[in-house]
């Protein structure tokens, strides 16, 4: 669990201090990829993303946009905020077809090898009007992994743009590595709770990452990323997906959500969820303790179905 930190003025530089982590990039790709190019690899290492990746059909994200507009509500009703389905591949077989879709495997298969463990799942649901943003920061920084062989994988469940706050990131900001950063303040309604302040100054100009339903994003964790109010009279969803190679170490219980998507986790460090036998929903009560505690509370179950009714 992340401690509360000091206020949000104070510079910070980790929040696992007893944590002997490596805390630099390390560059991706295998030496004969089969679906990325080595041009695309050297892109993604240099830049530290890549986008779009085609992976869905049409009539196939029409039909992910049906099971995500059912679940939503159905995770409202039982008490969730539309930012708080974190690790549901645990409970909803829709939500583990996803993360294990073996075309998205494939892809992360050139950049990590043959072994691939999903660690996390987190499903992004800007919905129209939603003030939240999410403030610059890091992934890797509110994660006590080590050695850093992480990519995040990102579809698009509707079309991102700049209207409805796709994800932008720094370019090449993943170079430096761990960043200082403070607590965010309550006025930035970040999603989460921590905050890279002059992000501009450590990459490239801002890119958004903006994208056809049924694409995807990859991005490294140590590059900077965020997204803006949704000011839009349109939802802006996306499946966030972490995945890493089984040499990759957890502390403080964070092993125990993931998959073995591909190959073997011969040391048996990370859990393994079979793909459930239906969807059921988590009761909040049930689940207690078990979100983590960067995710805010900001966005209420009684907010986000308002927002969700103005769709």
């Given at each position: 669990m992340l401690d509360s930190g000091p206020d949000s003025m104070t510079q910070r530089t980790t929040v696992f201090p007893n944590v002997d982590r490596v805390l630099r990039f390390i560059p991706l790709g295998v030496e004969e990829p089969r679906v990325l190019t080595p041009t695309q690899i050297r892109r993604y290492n240099d830049a530290g993303h890549l986008f779009p990746i085609d992976?869905?059909?049409?009539?196939?994200?029409?039909?992910?946009?049906?099971?995500?507009?059912?679940?939503?509500?159905?995770?409202?009703?039982?008490?969730?905020?539309?930012?708080?389905?974190?690790?549901?591949?645990?409970?909803?077989?829709?939500?583990?077809?996803?993360?294990?879709?073996?075309?998205?495997?494939?892809?992360?298969?050139?950049l990590l090898g043959d072994t691939v463990i999903l660690r996390h799942s987190h499903l992004f649901a800007k919905l129209p009007g939603d003030p939240e943003r999410v403030s610059w920061h890091q992934d890797a920084s509110y994660w006590p992994l080590t050695p850093s062989r992480v990519v995040s994988a990102w579809p698009a469940i509707d079309d991102v743009d700049v209207d409805n706050s796709a994800m932008q990131v720094i370019p090449r900001s993943h170079h430096h590595a761990q960043l200082t950063f403070r607590n965010s303040n309550a006025t930035e309604?970040?999603?989460?709770?921590?905050?890279?302040?002059?992000?501009?100054?450590?990459?490239?100009?801002?890119?958004?990452?903006?994208?056809?339903?049924?694409?995807?994003?990859?991005?490294?964790?140590?590059?900077?990323?965020?997204?803006e109010p949704n000011g839009s009279n349109r939802?802006?969803?996306?499946?966030?997906?972490?995945?890493?190679?089984?040499?990759?170490?957890?502390?403080?219980?964070?092993n125990a959500n993931s998959i073995s998507c591909r190959g073997t986790d011969a040391g048996g460090h990370w859990a393994n969820?079979?793909?459930?036998?239906?969807?059921?929903i988590p009761t909040p009560q049930s689940a207690a303790g078990q979100l983590p505690a960067h995710i805010?509370?900001?966005?209420t179950p009684e907010a986000s179905a308002a927002a969700l009714g103005s769709r």
């Open positions: 992976i869905f059909s049409s009539a196939e994200i029409a039909e992910i946009r049906a099971y995500i507009d059912d679940l939503l509500p159905r995770a409202l009703a039982a008490g969730w905020g539309n930012y708080q389905v974190v690790n549901w591949h645990k409970h909803c077989r829709g939500i583990w077809d996803i993360v294990t879709e073996p075309r998205i495997i494939n892809v992360v298969v050139d309604n970040n999603v989460l709770n921590q905050t890279v302040d002059n992000a501009a100054d450590y990459g490239d100009a801002p890119v958004v990452l903006e994208m056809r339903a049924g694409q995807i994003s990859l991005h490294s964790d140590w590059i900077l990323h965020g997204s939802r802006r969803c996306g499946l966030a997906m972490r995945y890493l190679s089984a040499d990759v170490r957890a502390y403080d219980g964070w969820h079979p793909r459930p036998h239906s969807e059921a805010s509370t900001f966005a």
